[in-house]
């Protein structure tokens, strides 16, 4: 089956911004690292800086995708919109901050997405889209 892995606004910086908070690995790792754990799944992986954009990708899941990882980054905090797209998607929906948000800003605290998400992970940099990736393919089985 096909894992849709959705990263939201300013993840295509990933590596060159705040690297203190974010670590100097990119996009293009995290989108290896995911297809290592996937087995014999497929991974899509997706950014825009467009809440829309999220939301179109988040109902085309409905139809091509059996899982939906998301980093959906200030998003989270702000977005009805894309908690309301992942209600009406029927797979199982994790979401991935890379830092952990607890620890941070009172802001970062909230997550509307959280109110959908199967399963929540924070703060385990970019490894926590494997174990995000991993907890998936354990629910579907292997492909
Ligand atoms: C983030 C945390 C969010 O608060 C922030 O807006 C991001 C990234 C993370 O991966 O740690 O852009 O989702």
């Known amino acids: 089956a096909t894992i849709y892995v959705l990263n939201g606004p300013n993840l295509n910086l990933l590596g060159k911004r705040q690297p203190e908070i974010y670590g100097h690995e990119t996009?293009?790792?995290?989108?290896?690292?995911?297809?290592?754990?996937?087995?014999?799944?497929e991974i899509r992986m997706l950014q825009s800086n467009w809440e829309g954009q999220i939301v179109d990708w988040i109902h085309e899941a409905r139809d091509k995708a059996a899982a939906i990882v998301i980093n959906p980054a200030a998003l989270t905090h702000t977005s009805v919109a894309v908690?309301?797209?992942l209600n009406?998607?029927?797979?199982p929906v994790i979401e991935v901050h890379i830092s952990q948000v607890h620890k941070r800003e009172a802001f970062r605290h909230h997550s509307y997405v959280s109110l959908r998400a199967d399963g929540v992970i924070a703060g385990l940099g970019l490894e926590g889209y494997a174990a995000a990736v991993?907890?998936?393919?354990g629910l579907l089985g292997q492909a």
Not at 28 to 40: K, M, N, P, S, T
Not at 134 to 137: F, L, N, S, Y
């Open 27 to 41: 996009l293009q790792d995290v989108e290896d690292l995911c297809r290592d754990v996937a087995g014999g799944h």
């Open 83 to 85: 908690l309301d797209a």
């Open 88 to 91: 009406a998607f029927d797979g």
């Open 134 to 137: 991993r907890r998936v393919v």
